[in-house]
């Protein structure tokens, strides 16, 4: 079974600009959660979609938002970029929600 | 909101010696679950769990729900063990996502 893939695994952006990253769960996952990792915060809860609704949201403004798809597919998008959005996103898929978690291997985002 | 607390923030040991990581939370939970990352940012699950003990070879992972707080044990380490350990826990119905500690950087020396 393929596992988490998330595209692109880096990308540079200007501060102002949006971005979107994309999650695809491994097949059969109906939940998918996305976290940002950085030096200073560790990790943290950003949102979890199961079933193309968003269960929980985490303590992020309203510039980051995401959907899921009916394949499960995710999206995860920042609008307005900031310096402190610089960060790993890494995006993981369970079977029901909050299971043990798959991880993919992350985006890595650098806000110039 | 929980409050996750990891110790020993680093750690350093020796190839074969017995390590444990502790970490203790502050709120009723639903699940614990243990993460490893290696250099590189790769995160794999290794545990989830809600009560008791499990194992999966070399790996112990042990849960007191009355006194807030779990254990990882690692038997035998192994330089291939060195990585950052993430403990993350879920409230009750799985509201609020995880909340992860700061983690443990542990490097096991040949």
């Known amino acids: 079974k393929a596992g988490v893939t998330q595209t692109p695994r880096y990308l540079i952006k200007t501060r102002g600009q949006q971005v979107t990253l994309s999650c695809s769960p491994i097949s059969g996952h109906r939940s998918v959660s996305w976290y940002q990792q950085t030096p200073g915060q560790g990790l943290q809860f950003l949102f979890e979609y199961f079933s193309e609704t968003q269960r929980n949201k985490g303590n992020f403004p309203g510039r980051f938002s995401g959907r899921q798809f009916s394949n499960s597919r995710s999206e995860m998008n920042v609008s307005t970029l900031e310096l402190g959005d610089s960060a790993l ?21 650098l806000v110039l | ?6 110790s020993p923030q680093n750690l350093t040991a020796q190839e074969g010696e017995f390590i444990t990581i502790n970490c203790s939370y502050s709120v009723g939970i639903s699940a614990l679950h243990w993460l490893q990352q290696h250099p590189g940012g790769g995160i794999v699950s290794l545990f989830m769990l809600s009560s008791g003990k499990k194992k999966h070879g070399r790996l112990i992972a042990t849960i007191n729900i009355q006194e807030k707080h779990s254990s990882l044990h690692i038997t035998a380490s192994h330089p291939r063990d060195s990585a950052v350990y993430i403990c993350a826990v879920s409230a009750g119905g799985g509201a609020d996502g995880l909340t992860f500690g700061k983690g443990t950087h542990l490097i096991i020396q040949p």
């Open chain 2, 1 to 6: 909101k929980n409050e996750v607390e990891q």
């Open chain 1, 89 to 109: 996103y890494l995006c993981a898929s369970s079977l029901l929600a909050m299971e043990t978690q798959y991880f993919g291997p992350g985006t890595r985002l």
